[in-house]
């Protein structure tokens, strides 16, 4: 069985940085597009990042680009997310996903992400 579990979360004042961790186990990491999310209280999921098998690039929303930065280590079977420049709008549960199905045309779709982890909390004080 598949399991995500991401760290990194915490307190943080505008304008710091932050870098979380999700490490993958029980499946071949190599062939999942990971991908990150993050969900705000009474907003919906949104779409943070998205960093495709075997080089198939990384892709930003909108809200984070130049800002956020995804990388993944195979060795290691972790993806990471750092976070520079934050701002109290990034304040949400960010959550680490995993797909084998997605396609281009679906990474910004949380609904194309078979497996998620727990969430790890983001504070961002002004």
């Known amino acids: 069985q598949v399991q995500l579990v991401e760290s990194g979360g915490g307190l943080v004042q505008a304008g710091g940085s932050l870098r979380l961790s999700c490490v993958v186990s029980?499946?071949?990491?190599?062939?999942?597009?990971m991908a990150w999310f993050r969900q705000a209280p009474g907003k919906e999921r949104e779409f943070v990042v998205s960093?495709?098998?075997?080089?198939?690039?990384?892709f930003y929303g909108n809200s984070v680009k130049g800002r956020f930065t995804g990388s993944r280590d195979s060795a290691e079977s972790t993806v990471y997310l750092q976070m520079d420049s934050l701002q109290p709008e990034d304040t949400a549960v960010y959550y680490c996903?995993?797909?084998?199905?997605?396609?281009?045309?679906?990474?910004?779709?949380?609904?194309?992400?078979?497996?998620w982890g727990q969430g790890t909390q983001v504070t961002v004080s002004s």
């Open positions: 960093i495709m098998r075997y080089g198939g690039g990384i």
């Open positions: 996903a995993a797909g084998m199905g997605v396609i281009t045309s679906t990474i910004r779709i949380a609904a194309a992400y078979d497996h």
């Open positions: 029980g499946g071949a990491f190599r062939n999942y597009h």
